[in-house]
């Protein structure tokens, strides 16, 4: 079979049929949580203003995040075919693990992503990514009740530790995924780091001191994007 030909089987209206699917479920999902925190939030005795502004705030924080991911999917998107492509990134939105795991199941036919590429390796491509997954829901599902008791349990009691410990666990994450650009990914990476973190302080303090609360819903949205456009000029 030649190479171009699993472009047919990857782009066929089965496919998007298939993949479609998973996405409706993604979206049902999000809906319901949405309905569940808004509930959670009234009972909480939250107002609906606060409520609407986080929304809105996470909504815009999206912006950023999504244009990586577009721009990521048409380059994805030219190897795996539309549907495929357009069902990873909308689950799992990480590009790094789609193409390792791509190009491990294509390695498996003794092909790879940029030579012999043919339907079977468009196949191992397919089940290696999606088997790459399941370890991860899996493990949600088994565990993902125990870590609010694994809390507690770190903070031994005391209840005003628990928002300074999640505070903490987030920092350190964005510190651990964002260490890399800083020392692995050359002048642009850094760069591009350098210049997110100092439009976000400024962009704080300004809405701080003009007293415009809604400038920090779209900080993070305007720090990610020009920290991209910042990259890309350094490119």
Same mark, same amino acid.
């Given at each position: 079979m030649q190479e171009t030909d699993y472009l047919k089987i990857a782009n066929e209206p089965g496919l998007w049929l298939a993949c479609s699917f +998973?996405? %409706?479920?993604? /979206?049902?999902? *999000? @809906?319901?949580? #949405?309905?569940?925190a808004w509930k959670s939030g009234e009972e909480m005795g939250l107002a609906k203003e606060q409520m609407k502004a986080a929304i809105r705030s996470g909504a815009i924080t999206t912006i950023g995040p999504a +244009? =990586? /991911?577009? /721009? =990521? %999917?048409?380059?994805l998107m030219a190897v795996l075919g539309g549907p495929f492509a357009w069902m990873r990134l909308s689950v /799992?939105?990480?590009?790094?693990?789609? %193409? #390792?795991a791509a190009e491990t199941g294509a390695e498996v036919v003794g092909a790879s992503m940029g030579d012999g590429y043919t339907a079977e390796a468009f196949g191992g491509s397919v089940w290696a990514c999606t088997l790459g997954a399941l370890g991860w829901l899996i493990f949600c599902i088994l565990f993902a009740d125990k870590f609010d008791v694994i809390r507690k349990k770190a903070v031994r009691g005391n209840d005003a530790m628990l928002p300074i410990l999640s505070v903490a666990a987030m920092i350190g994450a964005f510190a651990y995924f964002g260490a890399p650009y800083l020392t692995n990914n050359g002048p642009a990476g850094t760069v591009?780091? @350098? !210049?997110? *973190? =100092?439009v976000m302080l400024i962009l704080?303090?300004?809405?701080?001191? @003009?007293? *415009?609360?809604? @400038?920090?819903?779209w900080a993070l949205g305007i720090a990610m994007v020009c920290g991209m456009a !910042? =990259? #890309?000029?350094?490119?």
């Open positions: +998973i996405i %409706l479920v993604v /979206i049902f999902q *999000a @809906l319901v949580f #949405m309905k569940k +244009i =990586a /991911i577009v /721009i =990521a %999917l048409v380059s /799992i939105g990480s590009v790094p693990f789609e %193409l #390792m591009s780091y @350098l !210049t997110g *973190a =100092a704080h303090f300004v809405a701080k001191g @003009l007293k *415009a609360h809604w @400038l920090n819903e !910042t =990259a #890309m000029l350094c490119v």
